[in-house]
């Protein structure tokens, strides 16, 4: 089973050389950590940057230069910085290549659930429907089983989508599966120590696994 | 050159009156007009509809409003980090519609570009596109959003001439410029305010055109919401 940095760590290795990619809050921040040596990659933070760089030295942080998370940051040598509307516009046209971002749940059919648990959390959705519904390519990081052991893998999402049938790949600390175009869940690699069995119990939504799934490489 | 140049917030903010809707930038508490924001809570101005991506903190930012009850409605896509909005909000005495950044970043854009509605993918098949016209183009649905219509604008830049031309610095411009173009009347506080001419007309962000009033603020207290940092090695 992984931690979170081990999710980051698997999902790092979807990057390619010379990708865009935005990244969301929690597990997906973590990827930037992993970007495997030889591949460069610019980073874009929806309130208006690309070239996204580390955090600043201690006592060099700048209120003017933040990312998503409103975390401090850096920039890096040929970096650009612009409006939310013109950061939206490169997300809709697709000019970002890779998506990277949280759930709460994820349906069979590539529904996802992120921003809303009616009655207790209202945050918001942020970025997140803009992404999900122009992205042409999404990964999901997120944990597979809630605390109370229930699967976040549904057959139909239980709380308010953030976007529709637009999922394609998931990543957890169990597995990666991608989602087919006609429905269900098919299981690519199961991580480190991880059975099948234990990753059709965990999985709610339908699963289509072969009996020998191989297991992930983390280097 | 129209000279844009009042005194100060007070001055800038002398006619918004109660009910009335305003749009306020920033990111987060970055690039925020704090100078204005300060002025609204000292004038006491009531049942605000405020449009801002995000509604600040409890002591700071538009969570000055909130605590100070002058907000009716927020009009936003993220609107977490603020206890006591949460309290307003489950309590039903706060409206809120939360709708995709995008969307509110774009509606911006249209109001200051001219055109009634924008057409965007985001939110269809979720209780955002709920009572919404939605149209296909090319295969794909779209959600028809309005252009925003918003009194007044209030925007914080970094340098400004008093022509109302703008400058922003670093990711402090993000909603600024495109709201800075969405009201009837646009008020921007800068940290410099210089004279026409000092400006490469070359650089400019945001054309004078779109601002109405400019000021310059003092004391920016400028705070960092998530403070990270790496170790020197």
């Not at chain 1, 529904?111 to 122009?134: E, F």
């Not at chain 2, 004038?43 to 801002?52: A, N, P, Q, R, Y």
């Not at chain 2, 055109?115 to 009572?131: L, S």
Request: charge should be negative; charged fraction near 25%.
């Amino acid at each position: 089973m992984l931690d979170k940095n081990g999710i980051a760590r698997r999902i790092a290795k979807e990057l390619k050389d010379g990708y865009y990619v935005n990244l969301g809050i929690g597990i997906p921040t973590l990827v930037a950590n992993y970007i495997p040596d030889g591949i460069n990659v610019v980073l874009q933070s929806e309130n208006g940057l690309l070239g996204m760089g580390p955090f600043p030295f201690e006592g060099e942080e700048d209120a003017d230069m933040i990312n998503a998370g409103k975390q401090t940051i850096t920039t890096l040598p040929g970096s650009s910085i612009f409006d939310s509307a013109m950061s939206f516009g490169m997300i809709r046209s697709q000019k970002i290549d890779l998506t990277i971002l949280g759930a709460m749940e994820v349906s069979e059919n590539g529904d996802i659930a992120n921003w809303k648990i009616p009655g207790k959390m209202v945050k918001g959705m942020g970025g997140a429907m803009d992404l999900v519904a122009s992205a042409k390519n999404i990964i999901v990081a997120m944990q597979h089983i809630n605390k109370a052991g229930e699967s976040k893998l549904l057959p139909k999402c239980t709380l308010p989508l953030t976007g529709v049938n637009c999922i394609r790949k998931v990543v957890t600390e169990l597995a990666v599966l991608d989602i087919l175009p006609e429905g269900g869940f098919r299981l690519i690699e199961r991580a480190p120590g991880v059975s099948v069995d234990f990753i059709k119990q965990s999985t709610s939504g339908k699963l289509f696994a072969e009996a020998d799934v191989k297991e992930m490489d983390l280097n | 050159m129209i000279n844009k140049r009042v005194a100060d917030a007070d001055e800038a903010i002398r006619d918004i009156i109660d009910g009335q809707t305003i749009m306020l930038g920033g990111f987060g508490l970055c690039g925020i007009p704090e100078k204005c924001i300060a002025a609204l809570v000292k004038k006491g101005v009531k049942e605000l509809t405020c449009i801002s991506n995000n509604a600040g903190v409890d002591d700071f930012g538009i969570g000055l409003l909130l605590k100070t009850r002058q907000v009716k409605k927020m009009v936003s896509s993220y609107v977490g980090e603020n206890a006591e909005f949460e309290r307003q909000l489950l309590s039903g005495e706060l409206e809120v519609e939360l709708i995709p950044q995008g969307t509110l970043a774009t509606r911006c854009m249209a109001a200051g570009y001219g055109m009634p509605v924008i057409y965007t993918p985001a939110g269809v098949g979720t209780e955002v596109a709920e009572g919404k016209e939605t149209r296909n183009f090319n295969g794909k649905d779209y959600l028809m959003e309005y252009a925003f219509d918003a009194d007044f604008a209030i925007v914080k830049a970094w340098k400004g001439d008093t022509a109302g031309n703008l400058v922003f610095r670093s990711t402090s411009r993000n909603f600024n410029p495109v709201m800075a173009m969405a009201g009837k009347i646009t008020i921007a506080e800068v940290e410099e305010l210089v004279e026409p001419g000092e400006l490469d007309p070359d650089h400019i962000h945001t054309p004078g055109v779109y601002v109405h009033r400019i000021f310059q603020g003092s004391g920016y207290e400028k705070r960092i919401e998530q403070r990270t940092v790496r170790p020197r090695n």
